[in-house]
């Protein structure tokens, strides 16, 4: 196995890995039929006019993940996935965003390997680079975006949302464009003690967001937008309560932290919160679960 030069990608670095031709076809083959079982729940027609155009090894983050890049033989049409280290953290993630976040996620997992599917958007680090300033970009709708992504990492205990970590969706409508911010990491699920940790809006890689909210909303907008998302979540937990709490009853037998964070987390919550119930969770399940409840009784009220 040889390398390529290292190219940088944003805060990013990559680098091709290009394999001997008698390994290749094995391997072509393998992730063609990966590639399928995410697109064509493994119809293996698929595969004659595909083939692995590049194998990426990622240097960032925690897990150096492989991208593999898919084209299309017919049209030159590309697309990705990704084959990542396996850890409870980032399994919860995707399972409490495909079940409580309006995005949807595919995954596959074996013991220690962990397969995504690529989430296609606009890197957040970059678009502040060359989007956020567009005279055709609507601030006012990216805003709204940016406080109910705040809310959704809050009461799911998703952590760690820099601006390199989620990407912007941007959909045309029939007079303007919608915006929707979606994590592409989530190896910080239910970890952290501090509780801005899970606050998207106190890190300074989000800053430019967070000065973009309080300049285009006033203080009863950005109130209603919050109500208007912990609303939604808590229907999501409603209708998905069961497959909540088989995910719950399941992860709670894991270690997802460490004992300090726990606490430290547990006690923070408790003074937000105003509920003396955070103190005596034993784990990250316990308080992910008791912050839903929370939530649920603030809207009741």
């Known amino acids: 196995m040889r390398y390529k030069d290292s190219f940088p990608l944003g805060n990013s670095l990559w680098i091709s890995v290009i394999y001997d031709h008698y390994n290749f076809d094995e391997i072509n083959q393998g992730l063609c039929y990966i590639y399928s079982l995410f697109k064509t729940d493994g119809d293996v027609s698929v595969i004659e006019h595909l083939r692995v155009d590049r194998v990426d090894?990622?240097?960032?983050?925690?897990?150096?993940?492989?991208?593999?890049?898919?084209?299309?033989?017919?049209?030159?049409?590309?697309?990705?996935?990704?084959?990542?280290?396996?850890?409870?953290?980032?399994?919860?993630?995707?399972?409490?965003?495909?079940i409580l976040s309006p995005n949807r996620i595919n995954y596959f997992i074996n013991e220690n390997t962990l397969v995504e599917e690529h989430i296609s958007g606009i890197p957040g680090d970059d678009f502040l680079k060359t989007e956020i300033n567009h005279p055709k970009t609507n601030k006012t709708r990216l805003a709204k975006e940016f406080i109910k992504f705040n809310e959704r990492c809050f009461y799911?205990?998703?952590?760690?949302?820099?601006?390199?970590?989620?990407?912007?969706e941007m959909t045309h409508d029939f007079d303007d464009v919608q915006y929707r911010?979606?994590?592409?990491?989530?190896?910080?699920?239910?970890?952290?003690?501090?509780?801005?940790?899970?606050?998207?809006?106190?890190?300074?890689?989000?800053?430019?967001?967070?000065?973009?909210?309080?300049?285009?909303?006033?203080?009863?907008?950005?109130?209603?937008?919050?109500?208007?998302?912990?609303?939604?979540?808590?229907?999501?937990?409603?209708?998905?309560?069961?497959?909540?709490?088989?995910?719950?009853?399941?992860?709670?037998?894991?270690?997802?932290?460490?004992?300090?964070?726990?606490?430290?987390?547990?006690?923070?919550?408790?003074?937000?919160?105003?509920?003396?119930?955070?103190?005596?969770?034993?784990?990250?399940?316990?308080?992910?679960?008791l912050n839903l409840q929370h939530l649920n009784n603030q809207l009741i009220k």
């Open 181 to 289: 911010i979606r994590s592409i990491d989530f190896d910080q699920q239910c970890y952290e003690g501090m509780k801005k940790f899970y606050l998207p809006q106190f890190f300074k890689e989000n800053y430019d967001f967070v000065s973009l909210s309080i300049e285009m909303l006033n203080e009863q907008s950005i109130n209603q937008y919050q109500i208007e998302e912990r609303s939604r979540l808590i229907r999501r937990v409603k209708h998905s309560n069961e497959i909540l709490e088989d995910l719950f009853k399941t992860m709670e037998k894991e270690t997802l932290s460490k004992p300090e964070k726990i606490s430290q987390l547990a006690l923070e919550l408790s003074i937000h919160n105003k509920d003396e119930k955070f103190k005596d969770c034993k784990n990250m399940i316990e308080i992910l679960r």
């Open 57 to 98: 090894f990622c240097l960032f983050g925690n897990s150096n993940p492989f991208r593999i890049r898919i084209i299309n033989n017919f049209n030159d049409n590309y697309d990705y996935f990704y084959v990542k280290k396996a850890d409870v953290s980032r399994v919860l993630g995707l399972e409490i965003e495909d």
């Open 156 to 168: 799911t205990l998703l952590g760690d949302m820099r601006s390199y970590n989620y990407v912007i």
